[in-house]
């Protein structure tokens, strides 16, 4: 009997070395940016508001900007398109809230609000265009208060939290690569 539980220790043991040996190079960490080696610079002019709300596009501008200077691996930023290796054009061209929830009185208590923006990423070095997407869809929730004397507006917190979601997506998009193959 102890024969047969040593027998079934060593078979294991060596069934454990042999998987984890087997699944070794499975895993590679990504080690660099998924743009093109050329990219230094990434120009972001102001994004245009089509949706008729007021200063909308400087958060949006403001959000990208700021999440590629935090995530953007030494990558330079600036306003003006000239002199840049790539340049971000956005436009946000609608901007929408409706009430989702109501409270007990009938009143809208909770708030959806939904940004669609135009996304346009172009390597001014090779002339072509790295990433576009005209439908770029981003939704958020803000609730009101049923006490009017805490009542706290939540539209504007509601649409910078969507602006930095927003961001962090095409930054991610932008940092982590499109599928696009470098070109010697």
């Given at each position: 009997?102890s ?9 294991a043991?060596v069934?454990?070395?042999?998987c984890?040996?087997?699944f ?36 949006f501008?403001?959000?990208v ?12 930023v ?13 436009a ?25 923006a ?29 006490d009017p ?15 930095r979601?927003f ?18």
């Amino acid at each position: 009997m102890s024969v047969s539980i040593k027998f079934m220790r060593a078979l294991a043991l060596v069934g454990l070395v042999v998987c984890a040996s087997g699944f070794r190079g499975c895993y590679k960490p990504v080690r660099r940016s998924g743009l093109p080696s050329h990219i230094k610079t990434v120009a972001v002019p102001a994004f245009q508001n089509n949706a008729l709300r007021f200063k909308i596009e400087h958060r949006f501008t403001d959000a990208v900007t700021n999440e590629i200077i935090r995530r953007g691996k030494g990558l330079r930023v600036q306003s003006e398109t000239e002199g840049a290796d790539v340049v971000v054009d956005g436009a946000i061209k609608n901007f929408a809230f409706y009430g989702v929830l109501l409270d007990t009185r009938g009143r809208a208590r909770i708030f959806e609000v939904t940004v669609t923006a135009a996304v346009t990423v172009r390597d001014q070095v090779r002339n072509r265009v790295l990433y576009d997407n005209q439908d770029y869809v981003f939704r958020g929730e803000f609730e009101f208060t049923d006490d009017p004397r805490t009542f706290f507006n939540e539209e504007d917190p509601a649409v910078e939290r969507l602006a930095r979601s927003f961001a962090e997506s095409l930054v991610s998009t932008l940092v982590n690569g499109f599928g696009v193959n470098e070109e010697p």
